[in-house]
């Protein structure tokens, strides 16, 4: 067998038996919010890296689709709320198609929640609020960074950020091409991996004003 062949078969046997737990109707929380908070302190307390990291799916308006990792930086009754680049190339397919769907992969749990819906602009204040807590650091780079263009080198990056360093010893402003999105759920679904293939779903769905539970085939 050739290399590529033997890379080929080790790659098409990969596979893991889930076996932690399930997930049953009864168990579910009143609302996706109360679920999802739940969870996400369970993945906290599970030692998972980065709890918070989901993955965010957008589409341009062609319809070609492009995902990327951020970080859930809020969540109430509202929805998911995000912070990026306005600019950045997320940005301009969320400015054009206002949907998009995030995936919270909780490998070490063998769960994921996946969410779908709407996406809005935070209101300016809560954006204020959120980049004035974050490390100088962050912020000089945020500023420095004209996301997802192109730049010829590192070192052009750097030199950005000490000149922006300088430029601003104390507070560093937000800029306006940086802000928040939320993504407001119309289906929140639940995915817990069990054995041979046979794994619980259940997803949560907005059904006119009210919330329908219901059990997805794995």
């Not at 078969?9 to 929380?29: C, I, K, P, Q």
């Amino acid at each position: 067998m050739t290399d590529d062949a033997m890379r080929a078969a080790r790659l098409a046997a990969m596979r893991r038996s889930y076996s932690l737990g399930g997930l049953d109707e009864a168990e579910l929380a009143a609302d996706w919010l109360a679920q999802l908070r739940q969870w996400l302190a369970e993945a906290e307390d599970g030692g998972v890296l980065e709890p918070n990291a989901m993955v965010l799916a957008t589409a341009a308006p062609d319809a070609a689709p492009s995902a990327r990792t951020v970080l859930l930086k809020g969540l109430d009754e509202r929805g998911l709320a995000f912070y990026t680049a306005y600019d950045s190339r997320k940005g301009g397919e969320l400015n054009a198609n206002a949907r998009a769907a995030v995936v919270f992969p909780w490998i070490e749990l063998q769960r994921q929640v996946l969410v779908e819906g709407r996406v809005e602009r935070v209101a300016d204040e809560d954006a204020d609020a959120y980049w004035a807590a974050r490390p100088r650091g962050s912020q000089l780079g945020a500023r420095a960074s004209h996301q997802s263009l192109p730049i010829a080198s590192r070192a052009e990056l750097e030199e950005a950020c000490a000149a922006l360093a300088a430029e601003y010893p104390d507070e560093v402003p937000r800029p306006q091409r940086w802000g928040g999105y939320r993504l407001v759920p119309e289906a929140v679904e639940f995915w817990q991996g069990r054995p041979d293939r046979l794994h619980d779903r259940l997803r949560y769905r907005r059904e006119g004003g009210a919330w329908v539970v219901e059990r997805l085939a794995p």
